[in-house]
């Protein structure tokens, strides 16, 4: 199911968008000139894993980099 504009992006919906390989999740949606995963949101495309890390697990990264632990640079999962 394709998530309209008004709905929130979820963990759900952004698992859904992702191939598991191990404890990773690859991100088979739009990705950045920097291979980085990126969703629409508010009209603009933004990091899916920064929008993990504020909007969903509530961290603080302004002005930080969202990156993984796993070095790939497609994963999305909250835990990397």
């Known amino acids: 199911r394709i998530r309209q504009p ?3 992006i979820t963990l ?3 698992k859904a ?3 598991e390989e ?3 999740w690859i991100w088979q949606g739009a990705q950045s000139k920097g ?3 990126v ?3 508010g009209g603009r495309p933004v990091s899916v894993r920064r929008h993990i890390a504020e909007h969903i697990q509530g961290k ?10 796993c070095g790939n640079q497609r994963c ?3 835990g990397h």
């Open 12 to 14: 759900a919906h952004i």
């Open 35 to 37: 291979c980085a995963p």
């Open 22 to 24: 191990g404890d990773c």
């Open 76 to 78: 999305v999962a909250p």
């Open 6 to 8: 008004h709905e929130p």
């Open 17 to 19: 968008r992702s191939i």
């Open 60 to 69: 603080r990264v302004k002005g930080l980099l969202a990156s993984t632990c």
């Open 39 to 41: 969703i629409g949101w």
